[in-house]
Every structure is written in C-alpha cells, then in structure tokens.
T-cell receptor
Framework: GQSLEQPSEVTAVEGAIVQINCTYQ??????LSWYQQHDGGAPTFLSY????GLEETGRFSSFLSRSDSYGYLLLQELQMKDSASYFC???????????FGSGTRLLVRP | DAGITQSPRHKVTETGTPVTLRCHQT?????MYWYRQDPGHGLRLIHY???????DKGEVSDGYSVSRSKTEDFLLTLESATSSQTSVYFC???????????FGPGTRLTVL
C-alpha cells in the first residue's frame, strides 16, 4: 500500500526554526506538496517540490530527496500564527490525485 | 482563493437517510475532489472528477457516489448514511500542470 509518514506533533519556541519531516512509500512519484491547516479551517497550499533540492517561499522552505523518498518543510522565524497542522502530500501519477500524510501538529510557544 | 463554497456547512442526520453535499466553484478549474478528514487519518480521497461527467474512485469510496453535470458543481451523495461516515468533508479543485489544490471551507456531517 501507499504510505506517508510524518511526526504527529512538534513543539517549538517563537522565533526558532523547526523542521517537519515526511517519508513516503508510494508506487509512483510525481511530486511532494505541503499544506497548512489551522484548527477549524481548510487546508491551504504552502509549497511544492517536483525535483530534488530546496524551494524557498519567504519564511517557509521545502526540500526533497527522491532517492531517499524523503522531504521536509522548514519554518523559520516561527510566529504564534504558525501553530497549525502541516500535511505532506504525494502525487503518484498523471491523474493529479494526491495522497496525504496524517499531519503534524505544530505548537509554537512564547 | 479559488471561490469554492460548500453546502451545507453543518448537517446532523440519522442512520439510513440519504445525504447530498454540494461543492460549487467559480474558477472553472478542471479537477474537483471530495475528501474526508478524521482525527489521525489526515485527508483521504473519496472521489474525484477530471471533467464534466468524468469521475473516478479514491481510496475510501465505499458508501459514496458523486456526480458532476456542470464544471462548477460536484455533488457527493451518501445513499444511506452510517455512523462511520460522521466526518468533516472537504471539497477541493485543481488545474492541469500544477499539484496545487484549493480547498473549500468544509462540511461537518454528524450521523446519529
């Protein structure tokens, strides 16, 4: 079967840097995406990696290693508003369907 | 935002009753998706559509059917609701050449 593994919870201090890892085992791979979801809200797209390497978007960066079936989301200069759940998602084929991980709940403390 | 609305936003129903959830988009996106979200499971794909009248099953499609008669509307039907279908349902849309999906606000469904 297909699986995406990410930590269930991460706690960090305001202003710090936190890394959320995602490892995947899927029958195919087109790309890795990251989504953010605040409590009671809808998921929103954060970042995408189709090729190996680092993608940077402001305070957020995402990294992919296809050979290791591994990626991570890096959040810098953490703010209280970054407290949310973060999901990695993999597209396995040309159908534009995504498989999501179970999510990582990030708690940012003062 | 992709202009996605879902209706109803909240619904309580009884086991065995039919339920239809509606997703409406104003962005003319080709792809539409229905997910359910349960604690500890993330988002799981129920069905998706790749065009008008073109649909396919996702990973948790049993007990659900969908229809897409217009580009802007994607309906999810529970023919006979069960308590295991109590969940939060999200609709999403997407386009060709990008993995980005845009999510609606969600529908909280409770089956008693």
């Amino acid at each position: 079967g297909q699986s995406l593994e990410q930590p269930s919870e991460v706690t960090a201090v305001e202003g710090a840097i936190v890394q959320i890892n995602c490892t995947y085992q899927t029958s195919g791979f087109y790309g890795l995406s990251w989504y953010q979801q605040h409590d009671g809200g809808a998921p929103t797209f954060l970042s995408y990696n189709g090729l190996d390497g680092l993608e940077e978007t402001g305070r957020f960066s995402s990294f992919l290693s296809r050979s290791d079936s591994y990626g991570y989301l890096l959040l810098q200069e953490l703010q209280m508003k970054d407290s949310a759940s973060y999901f990695c998602a993999v597209r396995m084929d040309s159908s534009y369907k995504l498989i999501f991980g179970s999510g990582t709940r990030l708690l940012v403390r003062p | 935002d992709a202009g996605i609305t879902q209706s109803p936003r909240h619904k309580v129903t009884e086991t065995g009753t039919p339920v239809t959830l509606r997703c409406h988009q104003t962005e003319n996106h080709r792809y539409m998706y229905w997910y359910r979200q349960d604690p500890g499971h993330g988002l799981r794909l129920i069905h998706y559509s790749y065009g008008v009248k073109d649909t396919d099953k996702g990973e948790v499609s049993d007990g659900y059917s969908v229809s897409r008669s217009k580009t802007e509307d994607f309906l999810l039907t529970l023919e006979s609701a069960t308590s295991s279908q109590t969940s939060v349902y999200f609709c999403a849309t997407g386009q060709d050449n990008t993995d980005t999906q845009y999510f609606g606000p969600g529908t909280r469904l409770t089956v008693l």
